[in-house]
């Protein structure tokens, strides 16, 4: 044993464990203090992490965690470790306990009650690819600041990843990263910031280590996809030499190059900086070619010779190296026809020259730590192009606000010119309003919100908006909260607009907050929404519809908005619902063998799915058209009871059922 770690240090950790351990239920929380605090001594080398770790297997049953977040183990999630062990104060000393106990269940060590080994080693596989960064540091000035302001958090927080590397599978951790990384793309996300950096971390891992072989095909297309994955790209790491250089190519080369970063940038969803020099060179010098490099459909093309003097403006203002993933985003846009939209062509060319309100200004300039120079009007059209081509890939962040995601994901694929209004009134104004029931709702006049300290990591557009929007909807909410139901059946047509239908039902009772007639929510869901059942009528814009989220053990964790964006068959002959997540991260494990796809079962970029039958059992509100329903009475008793089985044995453990 080392000379840093004194037999003292062990002997009063030991000590103060065998105490709690012996402490009565309710007398647990007066000794877990000691714990943490000779446990946070041990923390302070490698050596003492082993000790921790020979501990772990008794860390549950002795209380470490009794009656705090870290408790149930089963409910842990590992996108919530990092926010733990960069919290002041005990939350990363018990986050690295509770982990420490999860290795101590992956190996072995210690027989839970609610999770198996195979289960905790994907827990912390899937931990340690969110926290790459931690495992190797970087050296950016991002990284030099939170080292200053959290130096003991972060050394802890190193020290322990590398503890947990040793022990962890290299191969094992290498495939967890790039199933991430391609689950997580597959869904086109805006926001690619997380993913570039599990991207870069990767490529120092399969640097740093000889496993992981069999992955490195795999990885080496995101890597290239970030990095410039044309050969004049990859030459040319210096974006002004790459600049200068597409000058001296021939017309065929040029042509080369345009098509290799467009099929990288169509195959992989992302865009190196190197192709949004091209794109400005194209747009300038070879405008035959824009297309090639934007890899379009026919409509795609025929937009982009229709509107080719305003793409070229939108390429001059919106799109440079730092703002280059607005690339994929007007490739989007122009296939998707948007400038067809009457409003949209003037309502894109106000933004260019919009008078921003200095607060404003700072947080799009802030969201960019590379700037190159960029205006906030620059960030805040790279934005707009990205949601007018991606709407599906509006996410929320880390932030409670999933309503506003979806409105604004809405608005984009149905209502651009809206949004067009928007924005500007957001970013110039300080103010947008909203009428509820024929009295306007003025953003400017209202505080707070479901998320008054806004988690900033957003795309410029959500940046802007959400603030009043998230203000608006809970102002609404407010306002209807007395009235003896669920007062989303009010507040969603008001907020998202007539897309909305006004039918409303809810498997909750307000008052009584029981459940009551599940099969007859069950049978109307079907008689409004499945095509066998609801007379041949299609879905025609996206229904903002609440979900029960579950873990994988099919725990209630919480509720949450995401719209279904359509229903279809699939070759099996089952009917799947594809839904928009506002959360970017939708192929989750909802326990009860639910786990929502983002490929694979025909979903287009962006969506998620689920067979009809497990998306109805996690369902707890739906809009619907009154006028146009089919026969409940005919769905089959055998569809209604295996729904209410998976119901009642996941989050209706939560709730009293009653039936009539």
Known sequence: M?????????????HALNELD??????????????????????????????????????????????????????????????????????????????????????GNYDHPSMGSEEAAEFLNEVLALNLDLLFPGDSEEARIEQEENAEQLDRSQRFFQFLFTRISSDALTGTLREEIERLMAQRPIMVKRVISMIQMAKKLLNNSEAGETEHPA????????????????????????????KDLSEEELKQEAEVLSNSMQDTGLVAPQHAVLVRFLSRNKPEMLSDALSLSDKGKANLEEHFDLVKQLIKVGIYPATGQAVYGLARMLDRGVFSYSPVIPGLRRLIELDIKPEVRKDLLNAYQNRQGLTANTILLSGVISVLGQPLGVGQGLNPTCQSARGISLWAQHAPGYLLELIPRAARDGDIDLKFEGTPIHSKDLKGGLAPELHKELDPVSLVLVPHLDRIYNEMMTRVALRGEDGHRWVNPAFYGNWVQTGFSNVIEPITGTVTDYPGYVRLFYATHHPEYNDDYELIYPNPVGIFITNVHGKLLGYHAVSILRIAQVPSGDYRIYFYNPNNDSSQNWGQDIEPTVSGNGELEGESSLPFHEFVSRLYAFHYNPYEQGDAFAVEDEIVEEIEKLAKESWGREYTWVNI
Do not use: C
Not at 2 to 12: A, H, I, P, Q
Not at 67 to 82: C, F, M, R, Y
Not at 227 to 237: D, R
């Open 2 to 14: 080392s000379s840093e770690l004194t037999d003292k240090k062990v002997d009063r950790f030991t």
């Open 22 to 107: 012996k402490a009565a239920a309710f007398a647990k929380s007066m000794y877990q203090t000691d714990v943490y605090q000779e446990a946070s001594r041990l923390m302070e080398t490698m050596e003492g992490m082993e000790t921790l770790f020979h501990f772990a297997n008794r860390f549950e049953e002795a209380g470490v965690f009794a009656n705090g977040p870290w408790e149930d183990a089963s409910k842990l999630q590992p996108p919530l470790v990092a926010g733990s062990l960069k919290t002041k104060g005990l939350a990363s000393i018990i986050e690295i306990l509770s982990d420490l106990r999860m290795l101590s269940i992956a190996k």
């Open 219 to 246: 990885l080496e297309k995101y890597i290239k996809a970030i990095e410039g994955p044309s050969p004049l790209g990859e030459n040319t790491s210096n974006l002004n030499d790459y600049r200068k250089k597409l």
